[in-house]
C-alpha cells in the first residue's frame, strides 16, 4: 500500500511555471507506475501524464506534450510534474496516482492540489 501527497499547486499567470511534487510513502516505489492527472470544475478527472517504474518511458496528453514534464527521483520517492508556458485549461485540481506495474488501474490517489491559471 503507498500513499501519496501532492504539493506545489497554487496561483500562477498564464505563461508561468509551476512545478508539482508527490512524495510516496509505503510499498515499494520502484514496483509503481506513476502518473498525473486533473479534473477541472464541471469536468471529468482525465490523465494528463505518466511515467514507466524505471523512468524511461514516458507518456502525455497531446495537450500538454512539450510544455509539462514528468519525472521521478526514486531515492527521494517522489514524482514530479514540471509544467511551463501555463494556460488558462491548464486549471485544475492535480492528482498524483500510483498503479503496480502488474495492474492496469490506478488504485493510490493523493488528496490532490490545486492550480490556478489567470489571464
Known amino acids: 500500500q503507498v500513499q501519496l501527497v501532492e504539493s506545489g499547486g497554487g496561483l500562477v499567470q498564464a505563461g508561468d511555471s509551476l512545478r508539482l511534487s508527490c512524495a510516496a510513502s509505503?510499498?515499494?516505489?520502484?514496483?509503481?507506475?506513476m502518473g498525473w492527472f486533473r479534473q477541472a470544475p464541471g469536468k471529468e478527472r482525465e490523465f494528463v501524464a505518466r511515467?514507466?517504474?524505471?523512468?524511461?518511458?514516458?507518456t502525455y496528453r497531446d495537450s500538454v506534450k512539450g510544455r509539462f514534464t514528468i519525472s521521478r527521483d526514486s531515492a527521494k520517492r517522489t514524482v514530479y510534474l514540471q509544467m511551463n508556458s501555463l494556460k488558462l485549461d491548464d486549471t485544475a485540481v492535480y492528482y498524483c496516482?500510483?498503479?503496480?506495474?502488474?495492474?492496469?488501474?490506478?488504485?493510490?490517489w493523493g488528496q490532490g492540489t490545486q492550480v490556478t491559471v489567470s489571464s
Open positions: 511515467i514507466s517504474w524505471s523512468g524511461g518511458a514516458t
Open positions: 496516482a500510483a498503479r503496480r506495474i502488474t495492474e492496469t488501474e490506478y488504485a493510490f
Open positions: 509505503g510499498g515499494t516505489f520502484s514496483m509503481y507506475v
